[in-house]
């Protein structure tokens, strides 16, 4: 049987407790699980995709079949270059369906062949957002419970350097 290869793309700007969750749950279902940090156009980052990159892959050390990789061209592009046709999303109750259904059919118009699966986020991280995330900490709200600790780290540097606008 061959291995179920899932890719989990997104922007992750900064990683949430939202996103982890399915990382770990995704990473369940499938075989191997391979996040990939992306590029929206629609929004302007904060983190650089290498940091975004490292702090997803600074939380994975008990998560042996998850990888961590960045691309920025089409999804997929890149989903059929890792030998997978299947993308993994996360779907928060009510903010994300319109924006998803037009990527997942967008993609499936674009190749037949790409399966989208979406995973409804737990209820306790249905709201949160990496946006809302950054507003807290702009504001200096607490975010210990929305995001890992060392994102927590490197989300107040960036707020000390007065990159949070
Ligand atoms: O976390 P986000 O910002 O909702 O993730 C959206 C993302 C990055 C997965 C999406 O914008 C994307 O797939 N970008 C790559 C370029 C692409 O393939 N665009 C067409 C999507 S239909």
Do not use: W
Request: net charge negative; proline share 2%; hydrophobic share 40%.
């Amino acid at each position: 049987m061959s291995l179920k290869i899932a890719v989990y793309p997104g922007s992750f700007d900064p990683l949430t407790k939202g996103h982890f969750d399915i990382i770990q749950r995704a990473a369940t279902v499938f075989d191997k699980l391979i996040v990939c940090v992306m590029v929206n156009n629609s929004k302007n980052y904060l983190f650089s995709s290498e940091e975004r990159k490292n702090l997803i892959k600074e939380n994975l050390s008990e998560l042996d079949n998850v990888e961590v990789d960045t691309y920025d061209g089409l999804l997929i592009d890149y989903v059929k270059s890792r030998n997978t046709n299947i993308i993994v999303k996360g779907l928060r109750a009510l903010t994300d369906f319109e924006n998803e259904f037009q990527m997942a059919l967008t993609n499936k118009h674009l190749d037949n062949n790409i399966e989208t699966f979406f995973m409804m986020t737990s209820n306790k991280y249905s709201y949160l957002s990496s946006s809302l995330v950054k507003e807290l900490v702009k504001f200096q709200g607490n975010v210990s419970d929305f995001i890992p600790a060392n994102v927590e780290k490197a989300i107040q540097k960036k707020h000390e350097e007065g990159s949070i606008k």
